[in-house]
């Protein structure tokens, strides 16, 4: 990372988001940062360029060169970008002044909750030997097994693929605020979404190609070419697994904390993940890593549904009936997130 020609450093501010989810806003860290992360990593590949996410470093020492207010804000991610620099280094200065930025208050007062900033500090890292500690070596999550009746993806051929450019995909990118429960979506859109979404994530704590610490589970309404009901995605072997079968929109719009929109959509992909596992393997740090990863997937999942001129939406949710809504084949594992996918509701213009 020394030898990269440019470090891009992301951060987060509690209060951007805590003044509506309180406590919760800690994960939206993880989904906001990887939603910046899908559009960094895309627009460098189209580049040429090499990127990588570091989520190994000595969190004090990056939150003191930027001088910031940890209480207020704090240092998430390093992301080196460019080919390495085959010069030698120079001598590292003793001492770095703080930047001393300024920054403007996002409002007059603000409130603190300490579980977020309880949590961010023991997920960090203090020290060089804890760092190298804590990447060590490959750690892998084993999936699970298929035992269900199983759909291979489709994805169209190459000359059926999206032909915009990245730059016109995240210039039409937002959030829908509305979806057509009557349109449906085909089985090879679906395919290109999870395909893209899922090829694996150049970071420093998954070693190796195609490693994921985030499952994905889906609620399917309307998809041309696949039965209504709920899935399993192996991304190892590109297939849908059917965990069971029926019209579950009402059980959807519960698990959306009663809202329209994943009981509207075509299809709902749900995160989950075994955090006691990952913990076990990764420490509180591993936490931030499942988080990051999930809003990278869903940063991803956005991209490729606006490449097809599809609706998509990030929501949240009711975390404990999530799980036991796709158990038992998800016992043990935790909510961390969801998007829901479909068609825009094209509104009729309003007379005179």
């Known amino acids: 990372m020394a030898r990269a020609p440019l470090t891009i450093v992301c951060t987060g501010t509690y209060w951007r988001n805590a003044w509506k989810y309180e406590a919760r806003t800690y994960r939206h860290f993880g989904w906001d940062n990887g939603t910046l992360l899908a559009n960094l990593l895309a627009v460098s590949a189209a580049s040429g360029l090499q990127a990588k996410v570091v989520l190994g470093f000595v969190d004090a020492e990056v939150n003191r060169l930027l001088d910031l207010n940890t209480r207020q804000e704090v240092s998430l991610c390093l992301v080196p970008i460019g080919y390495p620099s085959e010069r030698s280094l120079p001598e590292p200065p003793k001492q770095v002044p703080a930047l001393g930025l300024k920054t403007v208050p996002l409002s007059q007062h603000e409130v603190e909750y300490p579980a977020m900033l309880d949590m961010h500090e023991a997920s960090s890292l203090e020290s060089a030997e804890e760092v190298k500690e804590w990447r060590g070596e490959a750690r892998i999550v084993p999936s699970s097994p298929p ?74 309404h309307s998809v041309q070419g696949l039965k209504p009901g709920a899935y399993f995605f192996s991304g190892e072997r590109k297939s849908l697994e059917l965990l069971k079968e029926g019209e579950f929109r009402s059980q959807a719009h519960h698990l959306g904390l009663e809202q329209d929109l994943p009981a509207d959509a075509c299809v709902d992909i749900f995160f989950l993940a075994d955090l006691g596992r990952i913990l076990e393997m990764y420490g509180n740090r591993g936490y931030r890593a499942v988080q990051l990863e999930a809003g990278v997937i869903g940063g991803r999942i956005y991209l490729a549904s606006h490449a097809q001129h599809l609706g998509v939406t990030g929501l949240t949710f009711f975390d404990d009936d999530v799980t036991d809504f796709f158990s038992p084949h998800a016992e043990s594992k935790s909510a961390i997130f969801l998007v829901a996918i479909g068609k825009p509701l094209k509104r009729q213009p309003q007379p005179g």
Do not use: C, M
């Open 147 to 220: 035992i269900g009746e199983q759909t291979l993806l489709s994805p169209a051929p190459e000359e059926g693929q999206p032909k915009d450019t990245i730059e016109q995909v995240i210039l039409r990118r937002g959030s829908t605020r509305t979806f057509d429960r009557a349109a449906s979506v085909t089985l090879a859109q679906l395919s290109i979404i999870l395909d893209q979404a899922t090829r694996g994530l150049p970071a420093d704590f998954l070693h190796s190609s195609g490693a994921q610490f985030n499952d994905l589970y889906l609620i399917v």
